[in-house]
């Protein structure tokens, strides 16, 4: 299967490249390209893609508020966010997560990393570069409301298992060092996390450890 993918950035020449490093791998192509957020909103739609590469500072709507009403449209359940930017730091990294981002990427990353970035958030996993440490996510999650009621109440429909997995995913772990730590298989534990995100209406991880964070059932610094 080919991954669709929605290059935004108001630099042509950067584009350009990513579109011919993009468009020389077998299974994903560029499908178009938005100069700015509000044309990245409306291509979202029109191009059917499914990963988008946002740029945060783009003259007119940035890169946030796109992503924002990219993740709050319906019609675009299914379409994914990566973030690119220069400006790397822990507050665009929560800012991001927040704004339902499935990943982080400086700019400055080789292009196998990018690649790879591009097929693992579309695979529905979360993606962040190591400047993007637990800590930093467990410091600015923190600084909402804990616990969440909303969040809490979401929670609720787990199971003791499902909830234990969440845990688990909202301290950074992938799914195979869950299996170790629950002696169970990989494939075991995607089971119970696709049903975990299911049941709490999450497109991704990086939703899912949002909600560990904010329902209190991760604390900040235990990641």
Do not use: C
């Amino acid at each position: 299967m080919t991954i669709r993918v929605l290059l935004a950035d108001d630099q042509a020449l950067l584009r350009g490249t990513f579109r011919l490093l993009i468009d020389s791998e077998p299974d994903m192509e560029v499908v178009a390209e938005a100069s700015d957020g509000r044309e990245a909103v409306a291509l979202a739609l029109s191009s059917q893609a499914e990963v988008v590469l946002m740029d945060i500072r783009m003259p007119g709507m940035n890169g946030l508020d796109a992503t924002r009403l990219i993740m709050a449209d319906e019609d675009l359940a299914g379409v994914r966010v990566l973030i690119l930017t220069t400006f790397e730091n822990d507050e665009y990294v929560a800012e991001a997560l927040r704004a339902g981002a499935s990943g982080f990427l400086g700019k400055g990353i080789n292009p196998e990393e990018l690649l790879d970035a591009i097929r693992v958030i579309a695979t529905g996993d979360m993606l962040l570069s190591p400047a993007a440490t637990k800590s930093v996510i467990s410091r600015f999650l923190a600084q909402t409301e804990r616990p969440n009621p909303d969040a809490a109440e979401r929670l609720a429909g787990l199971t003791p298992r499902e909830r234990e997995v969440v845990t688990w995913v909202g301290r950074g772990l992938s799914n195979q060092d869950i299996a170790t730590q629950l002696y169970v298989s990989p494939v075991t534990v995607k089971t119970h996390v696709n049903r975990a995100m299911a049941k709490l209406g999450a497109r991704d991880r990086a939703q899912v450890v949002i909600l560990a964070y904010e329902s209190g059932i991760v604390q900040p610094g235990s990641a």
